[in-house]
């Protein structure tokens, strides 16, 4: 992913519509499998923009289904 590190924070090439400023979290990647591609680039790019959330609500909301996910180990 494309980002800047300034004053030691990482900011994507992303911008947040909710704050209208580039993306700041650590998450690097999301993949997208859909048909056609153009639709997976789009909710790519907007679960990179939302970030890790506890949930699957975005993509349980538009009727996506996604593989569970694996829980981080403190």
Do not use: C, M, N, Q
Not at 37 to 45: E, F, I, Q, V, Y
Not at 49 to 74: C, I
Request: charged residues 25%; aromatic residues 2%.
């Amino acid at each position: 992913r494309a980002f800047v590190v300034r004053d030691g924070v990482r900011l994507s090439h992303l911008l947040d519509p909710r704050t209208r400023r580039p993306v700041a979290h650590t998450l690097a990647s999301v993949s997208v499998i859909a048909s056609p591609a153009a639709l997976a680039d789009a909710w790519a790019t907007a679960l990179l923009v939302l970030g890790e959330v506890p949930t699957h609500t975005p993509l349980h909301r538009a009727r996506v289904s996604s593989p569970p996910r694996e829980e981080k180990k403190p």
